[in-house]
């Protein structure tokens, strides 16, 4: 039998894509794909993902099947494959009847080698797809079929059908969040158990990763913009009033700058994005609304003004800058009264504990002792053994001491514990706390009870932290913030390995309340808002001292 020889993966990255080489991890998802194997992506934003479906689709009989939350920017992916002789089509709610009339046609007859689809709109090719030679489906920005995930969409769900409905069509699932519980989520929806996991490294190393405390973040950002005057950069504030005010402050001081937020009309967004991409005004202060679908490979800096919620989003919004490679200045500013506010944000949400523990993991980060690459890549399961050099930690690390024996009994206690417990209670446990607890589970009765009982409680919350940030522990937020070990733990463990830890140092402020109020509502009130506006000037807790006689005097 005669063959026609088969254009090599290589040939098509050429000759249909003009690539001269794969990105990393392209090749072997490709040709995990092509040899019909279920497969989970994840690549960071930017990581080249969209051609590890299209590639495959051109190789692979029959159409390949997108499914793409993105409608807005369908068109241009689409418009971009048929420049390059690639006959593809899309289908979405965006469209009118006529001209979804004629892609079924099109899809029917064929001659498709990819169709992008709106989750929301997969019904209405089902009878089309029971017909048609199908090479692969493709579910981009997987991460949206997880609760887990920062943005689920609920027809996502319905995806779970696809196997059931076409179990020997391949599968394959993309997403750039890289988030545990959000992995293993996918996998579970999508009915692909098997499926082979490619994660590439999430490492950017020419951003720059600078993390302050946030006093006088203005002054701080005229004195760092005075060295960057000509470059386009992102500020990120967490309300709108923050971008209209600051981005006010810059104009007035003689830069070109403008505030984005969702409260705008969408022409005045489109037109805002533009002067951005132009350079017209190269300078955005903005909330979170903006980023999706923006590709600007000149930003040179990224300033968050207020801490963001999770490490996720704080990831995403950074990796916005240095695009094309070149050194990226980014700047976090965190404050107490930040984490105040978030706090709030999460409280009474579905999934508050989830969210709770990810802020709390922001925080560790930005209170972080040790190199700021180690703790973000270890967040996302990427544990790399140096020091990167190219962060605020690493440019002045702090005085360490050798902290093996600490880090050696709190790896013990975690493993001890079957690595079914949260901080508190490895904590309590080290500390050889009584409380009921404790003593309700027997974990009086275990090996490294009382083990770090010379070490005061805060300060060794502190150095488990420290574990966490360095990658010898690592929590899982999915499941009730429970601390598991690393293979790093290991090597300490049983390999000696050596564990630096630092010092915290922790101010209290003291402040005196001169006349208490009379009413116990009135005086917590006062308190509340005391602590905050402390929390905003010092960037620490405060805690209020009175005495029992002020107590004594209020009415209840
Ligand atoms: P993602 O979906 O992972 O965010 P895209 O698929 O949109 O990323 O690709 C990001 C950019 O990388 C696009 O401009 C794309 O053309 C480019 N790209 C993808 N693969 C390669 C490659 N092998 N060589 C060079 N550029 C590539
Ligand atoms: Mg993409
Ligand atoms: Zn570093």
Redo the contacts with the bound molecule.
């Keep these: 039998m005669e063959t026609i020889a088969q254009p090599t993966i290589f040939e098509l990255?050429k000759k249909q894509f003009g690539?001269d080489?794969?990105?990393p991890n392209?090749e072997e998802i490709i040709n995990n794909v092509l040899d019909q194997n279920d497969t989970i992506a994840i690549?960071p934003?930017?990581?080249?993902?969209?051609?590890c479906f299209q590639l495959p689709a051109l190789a692979l009989e029959g159409t390949t099947i997108v499914i793409s939350p993105l409608i807005a920017l369908m068109k241009d992916q689409v418009d971009a494959l048929k420049a390059n002789g690639i006959p593809a089509q899309f289908f979405n709610s965006s469209q009118p009847y006529g001209e979804q009339q004629q892609v079924l046609r099109e899809l029917q007859s064929g001659n498709l080698k990819l169709i992008y689809v709106a989750p929301e709109s997969l019904p209405q090719l089902n009878f089309i797809l029971k017909i048609i030679k199908i090479g692969l489906f493709a579910v981009d920005e997987a991460h949206c079929i997880s609760s887990w995930g920062h943005d689920f969409r609920p027809a996502y769900t319905q995806l779970k059908r696809l196997k059931e409905q076409f179990p020997n069509v391949p599968l394959i699932a993309l997403t750039?969040t890289a988030d545990r519980a959000t992995r293993e989520d996918i996998a579970l929806q999508l009915a692909i158990p098997n499926a082979k996991i490619f994660i590439a490294s999430f490492d950017r190393p020419n951003l720059y990763l600078d993390v302050r405390p946030g006093q006088n973040r203005n002054k701080q950002i005229f004195d760092f913009l005075k060295n960057h005057r000509d470059e386009s950069g992102i500020i990120y504030c967490l309300s709108r009033k923050g971008t209209e005010k600051l981005a006010a402050t810059l104009t007035a001081k003689g830069y070109k700058a403008e505030a984005y937020h969702a409260g705008l009309t969408s022409e005045e967004r489109t037109q805002i994005q533009e002067n951005f991409t132009n350079d017209v005004s190269p300078i955005i202060v903005a909330t979170i609304a903006f980023g999706m679908g923006i590709d600007k490979s000149n930003v040179r800096w990224v300033i968050h003004y207020n801490m963001p919620k999770n490490i996720d989003g704080y990831y995403q919004e950074i990796g916005r800058s240095g695009r094309d490679g070149m050194p990226a200045h980014t700047i976090l500013f965190h404050s107490f009264g930040d984490i105040v506010m978030l706090r709030k944000f999460a409280e009474g949400a579905d999934n508050e504990a989830y969210q709770l523990a990810k802020l709390e993991r922001m925080q560790q980060y930005a209170e972080a002792l040790s190199c700021r690459r180690k703790v973000l890549l270890g967040y996302f399961g990427e544990h790399i053994s140096e020091d990167c050099g190219n962060c605020d930690i690493c440019k002045a690390p702090p005085n360490y001491f050798d902290g093996t024996l600490i880090a050696q009994k709190v790896c013990s206690a975690v493993a001890r514990l079957q690595e079914e417990e949260a901080l508190g209670m490895v904590l309590d446990v080290l500390r050889g706390s009584q409380n009921a607890q404790v003593f309700d589970k027997g974990y009086q009765k275990i090996k490294t009870y009382g083990a770090a009982k010379d070490v005061p409680w805060r300060d060794l919350q502190h150095y488990v932290i420290q574990l966490l940030n360095q990658g010898v522990l690592e929590v899982y937020f999915h499941e009730n913030g429970r601390l598991v070990l690393t293979p790093q733990a290991k090597r300490v463990l049983f390999e000696g390995k050596k564990v630096r830890l630092a010092n915290f140092v922790q101010e209290i402020e003291t402040v005196k309340i001169e006349r208490a109020p009379r009413k116990r509502a009135e005086l917590f009130d006062k308190l509340r808002a005391l602590r905050l506006k402390l929390a905003q000037e010092i960037n620490k807790p405060a805690f209020v001292v009175f005495s029992d006689a002020t107590l004594e005097d209020m009415e209840h």
């Design positions: 990255l690539y080489s794969f990105l392209q690549m934003t930017g990581g080249g993902k969209s051609l750039a």
